[in-house]
Structure formats: C-alpha cells, structure tokens
C-alpha cells in the first residue's frame, strides 16, 4: 500500500491550522480578563490588519453589547470601554443575532445603522464583525476596522471566524473563573465575619438588667426584629448601641445570613464608598484587584452601620439610593449590582440637629429613621447597676481564675451614685480592672483602680431648678473623673496606656469632652 502523500508544510492550509493553533496556546491559557483581551489582541495581528478591534460581550439582565476595546490608533468621543449598543438595531446586534458574519467594504456607500455613520465620521471605511458563540450560544461579537476601502475578503472574514470560535470559548473560561473567583472570595470574607461572630458571641455586653428603661428597649427589639424595617439606634458612646442591633438581627428572619458591621467614623472619608460598596480593579491608585463591598458581603442579611452621622454628604448620596432601590454600582464600575438587605444604623450625635446644620441628608434620615430606638444611659436605669457589676464580676473572676464573690455594700453604693459618662461599657472596663487588681475575695475598686465622685443624691437638690442643679452636679463628677485618670495615665490620651482606653472612650470623644468641660492639661511648673 502506497503511503499517504506527505502535507507540504508551506502551503496556505498548513500555515493556517499552525496560526489556529498558536492562537488557541495563546489565549487558552489566559483566565484573567486583562491577560485574555491582550493575548486576542496579539492574536488579531497574525490574521488581519486593522486600525481598531473591539471585543462586544452581551450583558443578559440589561440586554445590551458592551464594548471593550481591545485596541485602538483611531480617535473617538464615543467608541471608548462601557459603550453599549442595541442588540436589535445595530450593525453588532445583527451578528450578534444571526450568528454571521458581517463585512463591509466601503462605508461610504455601504451604511445602514445610526453607529455606522459615527464609525464612518471616525474615519472606518471597512470593517468585518464576526459572532463569537460558545456551545451554540451568542455572547458577543468580535470586531476589526480598517481606514482602507475594500480591505476585507470572504476568505479574511472565514479565518477570522476561526480565531473568533477559539476566542469564545476562552471568555466563556474567562467568565467561569471571574465567577468562581469572585464567590470564592465572598465566601472567604463571609467566613471571616462568620468567626468574628462566634468571637463575639462569648465576648459581647449582655443586656442585664429589669429597669423599666431597659425593659422598654427589649419590648421594641421584639416588635421590630420580626420586620425588614430600617432601623435608627440612638443613645451615647457606650450605651450598647451595636447590642441592640445584634439582638434584633438574631431574632429577624435574616439571623442565619452575616450580621456585618461598618464603623463609619473608623474609615478614611476617600475610602468610604469603596468600603460600603467595593471597587473593580484599577478604579482608583492602589486598586490592584476587585473588592468586594460590605453591602454586597451582607447580601440576605444586616448590615449595621455604626456612627452613621459620621458619613460624607458625597456618600450619603448612594446610600440613600441603596435604601430606596436596593442597587448600587462599585467605585469605578457601571455594572449595577442589586442587593437585599436590611439596614441598621447607630449614632451618638443629634441627627436631628446635624439635619439643620446641612451636615447630614434630610431625606437620609428620614428613610433611616422609621423605626428609632433610643438606648438609655446608664444613669437613668440605676437600678441594673447592681445586676451589670455582678455578672462582670463573675465574668472576669472566671477569666482571670480569681474567687471574687462579693463586692463591698459601700463599693457598690459608689457605683450606683456614679454619673457614668462612658456608660455599660466604662463599667465593664473599670470591673474588669478591678478584678485584675483585688487580691481577697472582695471587689476592691480603692487605690489607683478609679477615684470615684458620687453624686448627690436627686433629693438633696433645691425643689426650684433642680434640672439644672443636677446637670451641674453631673459636670462636676465626670470632669472629675476624667481630670483623675489623665493625672493617673500622665495625661495620655491615646494608646492602650491612655486614657481614653481606660475610660472606654474614643481619644476624640474624650478630647471633645475635655474641650467642653474646659480640661487642659497644666503646665509644669517654672514654665
């Protein structure tokens, strides 16, 4: 049997299945969207001659081609990244919808869409667009134009399909990964808030306590939690705002999705909106990759955004369309992301006041405060005193393996007289020290633990005025007791050896009430 006649490597039909192939190595192997567009770039080169080429992907839930363009010499004020066009009354949708290729090889005389005259005002007088289909479905189109007339043969047009069918099922890998990647990480994030909740659950201030005060917050926890309702908690630094919020996530329909929370005074006001609702890559210097926003993190669950008067004016903008329409777009996108989630918000300012001042959006506050729940301090439910200081006693006694089991009667007289400007969590943090420092069986808060004024007693103050009297009298106290632990700490404000970390205060909370109480820190002497 005579063997079969060798293929002569030179000819036409060798060259091109060596071309396909280098192509399919070239681009097989790219997940990443960028890697992906350059290497078809490349690619492009050893099959035709263009001044433009442009990859259009179909976006399904707004119907529309995208473009993304993958190379370009020509000038425009409109084919730039983000165009989108009609699938069905385009040049591209017309590809896009019959799975064939399209050439034309004189716009001058050959134009039929609106996008066609602004290609041919560009300076395109030829151009050849080829469906890209992946296991028989349309995703897009693919692209070449030349300022040269007549530049595109049938013969051009059949390889180009070629490469186009190889491109395809690369993007359609592309997409896989991105999607795979991008719910990989979410998942990763979710798992750290997820453990971050197991932390908190052993870690946080119980809401101890039968006051009436308090019996009233845990009635409206109730009514409220069972509801998708907006939330507005208010009260001071330390009242146990971010508590209130967990307690009515765990007892909504939403408590097996995350319960994530946003500090807004915590983050840089640049970096605000990339926090709340994430950026693509490139959106910004040092954006090196996607992120993934809180909102979308907390997608079927809460989000608590803690210290919300704190937000620029700029954001409270998209927040306040996040509320309204439940979408948002990430810095540096225009892809719209839809998002259902509760929102709970917590603030230690007049909101109101801020609302008059311009600082804050009316219409905000308005959508944010539909149902308010306002969180005592401490001095108005005197009454949990008592109940509060025994459970951080036994708390902190396990933790630190000491058998205190008692607290003095004129020890705990103090704590319940004290104005406690810090709140639940200034008692938390002077018990917790106490424990620390007591060597017997009893609570000792003497020494340098705190150096507590009591206040005077309501009755004692004179029947006329007696508001004003007992304000003064509180001033009195907490300026004491500040003044006490800045003399203890020397006068250092931040840091773990500061004072506002044994005040359980922030250092400008701390410093803002220094300023009001006239606070200032004296002078050494001869100076």
């Known amino acids: 049997m005579d063997a079969a006649p060798a293929r002569d490597a030179s000819s036409p039909e060798s060259e091109r299945y060596r071309t396909l192939l280098e192509i399919n190595n070239a681009v097989i192997s790219s997940l990443t969207r960028d890697d992906l567009f350059r290497a078809i770039a490349r690619s492009l080169r050893r099959i035709v001659s263009f001044e433009r080429t442009a990859i259009f992907l179909h976006d399904q839930a707004a119907d529309v081609l995208r473009l993304f363009v993958l190379e370009s010499s ?3 004020d409109y084919f730039t990244v983000g165009l989108e066009m009609n699938p069905r009354d385009s040049h591209v949708g017309q590809v896009f919808h019959t799975q064939r290729w399209l050439i034309r090889r004189d716009l001058a005389s050959e134009r039929q869409y609106p996008m066609e005259d602004r290609a041919y005002a560009d300076g395109v007088r030829s151009y050849v667009i080829v469906p890209l289909v992946a296991r028989g479905k349309s995703i ?71 006051s009436s005060a308090l019996l009233g917050v845990l009635d409206k926890i109730r009514q409220v939690a069972a509801t998708d309702s907006t939330v507005l908690i208010s009260g001071e630094t330390g009242t146990g705002k971010e508590l209130v919020a967990r307690a009515i996530h765990g007892e909504s329909a939403r408590k097996h999705r995350p319960l994530v929370k946003v500090n807004c005074s915590a983050i840089s006001a640049g970096l605000v909106e990339s926090e709340l609702f994430g950026h693509v890559k490139g959106a910004f210097t040092g954006a090196i990759e996607r992120r993934v926003g809180r909102f979308e993190l907390a997608a079927g669950g809460t989000i608590f955004l803690d210290e919300i008067g704190e937000l620029p004016l700029e954001t409270q903008v998209k927040l306040l369309r996040v509320l309204q329409e439940r979408e948002f777009e990430p810095v540096g996108s225009n892809r719209t992301v839809s998002v259902d989630v509760r929102v709970i918000a917590a603030t230690n300012r007049d909101i109101e006041d801020a609302v008059r001042g311009g600082r804050f959006r009316s219409d905000l506050f308005y959508r944010l405060n539909v149902v308010p729940i306002e969180v005592p301090p401490l001095r108005e439910r005197r009454s949990d005193i008592p109940q509060l200081v025994m459970f951080f006693l036994a708390r902190f006694a396990k933790k630190f393996g000491k058998r205190i089991e008692t607290v003095r009667d004129d020890t705990m007289q103090r704590l319940v007289e004290y104005s406690w400007p810090g709140n639940v969590r200034e008692l ?38 007696g508001a004003r009297a007992r304000s003064a009298t509180l001033e009195e106290v907490e300026r004491g007791h500040i003044v006490a632990t800045l003399e ?13 970390h044994i005040l359980a205060l922030h250092p400008n909370t701390l410093r803002s009430r220094m300023e009001k109480l006239g606070i200032k820190r004296p002078r050494p002497q001869g100076q």
């Open 140 to 210: 897009g189109a693919l692209a070449v134009a030349s300022t040269t007339p007549k530049q595109y043969s049938e013969a051009d047009a059949s390889m180009f399909q070629e490469a186009a069918n190889q491109f395809a099922l690369a993007i359609e890998n592309m997409k896989a990964y991105e999607e795979i990647a991008a719910l990989t990480a979410r998942l990763e994030h979710e798992n750290v808030y997820l453990q971050e909740e197991i932390r908190r659950e052993h870690n946080f201030v119980e809401m101890v306590g039968a």
């Open 74 to 76: 020509l000038s425009s």
């Open 428 to 465: 938390q943090n002077i018990v917790e020290r106490a424990v620390v420092l007591t060597r017997g069986p009893v609570l000792d808060l003497e020494g340098s633990v705190l150096r507590l004024a009591p206040v005077a007693p309501t009755a004692e103050l004179p029947a006329t005025d």
């Open 488 to 500: 203890q700490m020397g006068w250092v404000i931040d840091g773990p050896r500061g004072a506002a």
